[in-house]
């Protein structure tokens, strides 16, 4: 007997369903039952209980007596007996309904009125059974709560995703690996708080609704604030005011939040998604590689892995990390050098369409070249990037607020960091020349409005200002923690990481 196999539905439409559930609470009712009762005190989860009875020779008994309590996922009718199954948050266990076991009220509510969705609490001595299988004996019993809805068939009504996303709730019921994948993501995101405590980072918050969207190239959410009559938006990055925490004196800061990009949904990216960004003042971005493998080591430990299968390539996690440079990379990959779709700060826009004609990656003239160099890199170099590598030295005229590697005119200290093919973390050597700053920020500010990029306006006069008070070399890092948890529990979609991600109406 398969215990996450619930009881098949009752025939008939739904709404006769829900009218047969209605009848048996009223029935319930009228006997004196109390169907949802305020509490039940448990001194063992489902798992714990069955865990006391694996080590009992078969037909052993521990007469200790358990108090556990969970969802009715099965019921097997024996006669003068009744075996169910139950689960909770921690796992699953057998009780054993015996009629010369419990009281006569009890047993005939077993018999008659629970079904498989209730909730119930039960008490009793542990046994195996002739199978092996560690069961409660209940020796009592309370109804907890009466499901007035049937619960999903599991191998056929929830095989549609977005059923199953529309109904976490009875996704989470019907699978065990899906509740598995977000007890991981817990841990994952515990792991990450501690590692990065530990190396003496604090956590703080910063505006979620702002005048203004900064720190990324990207559409904002737009929203209206009636009390002070002003149009808002929501954050797209938590950088900017980051660094001014950094420029206020507290050299090692982390978010972990919600951010809000009001961009395209697949198997990638959400609308709503949780990142972490950190900056560490007298640090640069060679500081912030050994920060993320840092953080990628300690989850992959927390989760007692050292590899990965994603999307069928096993992937390392044990750093160091493979490291290579974007010039080179571009040079063997696109057959020409980077520099030829530079132009200082800017793009030779001529050049990269050229490039992109060549190696057939579509590019128009209304594409903006930012866009158009992430197509290029995405056909030409990430299809080669599925072990963990970082990948350093960027384009300054698609990142505006990380330092020029010296000696360049065009190339900035950033990386991005991949695994399986995924982009999963964007690191700088933070700008901190306010000058140099503004100039970067008017300049992207006039490109955008050239090529009309409805990405958001990356110039921040308050932010610049802040500057302008003095910041010490500083590296900053950002990672989104839904595609960390993708990569480490071998997930293909960003929508299986997310309890409750963003569909269309139906």
């Known amino acids: 007997m398969n215990p996450e196999t619930p009881q098949a539905p009752v025939s008939g439409s739904l709404e006769d369903v829900l009218a047969v559930k209605k009848a048996k609470l009223k029935e319930l009712r009228g006997r004196g039952i109390d169907c949802f009762p305020a509490r039940f005190q448990k001194t063992h989860s489902c798992a714990e209980a069955a865990r006391l009875g694996a080590p009992l020779e078969v037909g052993g008994q521990d007469p200790t007596p358990v108090r556990t309590a969970g969802r009715v996922m099965q019921l097997r009718d024996m006669g003068k007996s009744v075996f169910a199954h139950l689960q909770d948050g921690d796992g699953k266990c057998q009780v054993y309904f015996k009629k010369d076991a419990l009281p006569e009220a009890a047993f005939l509510l ?50 549609d995703v977005e059923t199953r996303y529309r109904n976490r709730h009875l996704d989470l019921i019907a699978s065990g690996e899906v509740r598995e994948t977000f007890r991981k993501r817990s841990l994952i995101i515990s792991t990450v708080r501690k590692t990065m405590e530990s190396l003496g980072f604090i956590e703080v918050e910063t505006p979620i609704l702002l005048p203004k969207a900064g720190g990324a190239s990207a559409r904002p959410f737009k929203t209206f604030h009636n009390a002070l009559n ?35 949904v697949d198997t990638r990216h959400n609308p709503e998604f949780s990142m972490l960004e950190a900056y560490e003042a007298y640090s640069d971005y060679n500081g912030m590689a050994g920060l993320f493998e840092r953080v990628v080591w300690d989850s992959a430990q927390a989760l007692g892995i050292e590899s990965v299968l994603y999307d069928g390539k096993k992937v390392g996690l044990k750093p160091p990390f493979r490291r290579i ?50 197509r290029i890199f995405d056909a030409a170099i990430l299809p080669h990037l599925d072990a963990m590598t970082f990948v350093f030295d960027h384009p300054a005229a698609i990142t505006p607020l990380a330092k020029l590697k010296p000696g360049s005119s065009g190339v900035v200290e950033r990386f991005e960091c991949f695994g399986g093919g995924e982009e999963l973390a964007n690191a700088y050597s933070e700008l901190n020349d306010p000058e140099d700053q503004l100039e970067r920020l008017v300049h992207q500010a006039k490109v955008k409005a050239e090529e009309k990029d409805d990405e958001a306006d990356v110039l921040d006069d308050d932010f610049v200002q802040a500057l302008e008070c003095g910041m010490p070399p500083t590296g900053g890092i950002g990672f989104g923690v839904d595609r960390l948890v993708m990569l480490l529990t071998g997930t293909a979609s960003i929508r299986e990481t997310i309890l409750f991600p963003t569909l269309k109406d139906e």
């Open 110 to 159: 077993v018999k008659k009125d629970l079904h498989a969705g209730d909730f119930v609490g039960v008490e009793g001595g542990v046994f195996k059974t002739r199978t092996g299988e560690p069961t409660v004996a209940a020796s009592s019993l309370v109804l907890l709560a009466k499901a007035m809805r049937p619960l999903p068939e599991k191998f056929h009504g929830l095989k």
């Open 230 to 264: 002003a149009d808002m938006v929501l954050r797209i990055a938590t950088e900017l005011h980051l660094k001014r925490l950094i420029i206020g004196g507290l050299d090692k800061v982390f978010e972990l939040g919600r951010i809000f990009r009001n961009e395209g």
């Open 325 to 374: 440079f974007l010039p080179e990379e571009w040079k063997a990959r696109c057959g020409e050098d980077m520099e030829n779709i530079l132009d200082g700060k800017s793009f030779h826009r001529e050049a990269l369409l050229a490039l992109a004609h060549r190696l057939g990656v579509p590019a128009g003239d209304g594409t903006p070249s930012s866009k158009i160099f992430d």
